[in-house]
């Protein structure tokens, strides 16, 4: 794989994905965008940063296996901003919601909107997503010298984030359903195995 093509398949990766977030969010709205509550609104942004995310492991794929390939900076810039928006209004728009809607703050205001017996999946998420943007620090520092030192734990963290955040879907995400789309998300965290196993055995080889 040259340059050129890994560039495009990075990009068609990611606008894949997204097509196929957002058409299975749409289906559980049936399509009708004229009348959209925010309590509608919000799933779909967790969606998408989950699945972006999930692009990053797979076109990391090509340049372990060829160190010669560089990464795209456009998309991973685009996509990223994208993942970082997503990941921080999916649960502000519910918090706000909530909290408008006198059910107090976070956490106990999002286990008042999906019941008691959710409150496991909640503190999932909240684990995923504050060791995701903990990412946002550790990519700012990662050329010093402890950084470099430790980045194998990083890169273990962020693995384990998106892990949880599969499971916090897989028990809150009413576009998974039982349909078509639980089944790709299904596929989507297989193919992360082999990921996990490619990237934290590169970590270690580099200690």
Partial sequence: MDQ???TNFSWITLIAVMTVGITAWSQTISWDFGS???????PLLGILAWMIMWTHYITAVPRVMNPELKKSR??????????LAC?????????????????????????E???????LAVFLGTIGLTIFLSYE???RVQSKAWAKRWWWLVSISQSLAMTV???HGLRLGTTLGDGWFRLVWFIMGAALIPCFYLFHKADFTRQ
């Fill in 165 to 167: 955040i599969f499971v």
């Fill in 4 to 6: 050129k093509t890994y």
């Fill in 36 to 42: 959209l509550t925010a309590y509608q609104w919000f």
């Fill in 87 to 111: 990941l921080l209004l999916h649960p502000g728009i519910l918090a706000l919601v909530q909290f408008q809607n006198d059910q107090g703050v976070p956490p106990n205001s999002f286990v």
């Fill in 137 to 139: 620090y550790f990519e």
């Fill in 74 to 83: 456009s998309y991973y810039k685009v996509s990223s901003y994208i993942v």
């Fill in 113 to 119: 909107y999906v019941g008691e017996s959710m409150r």
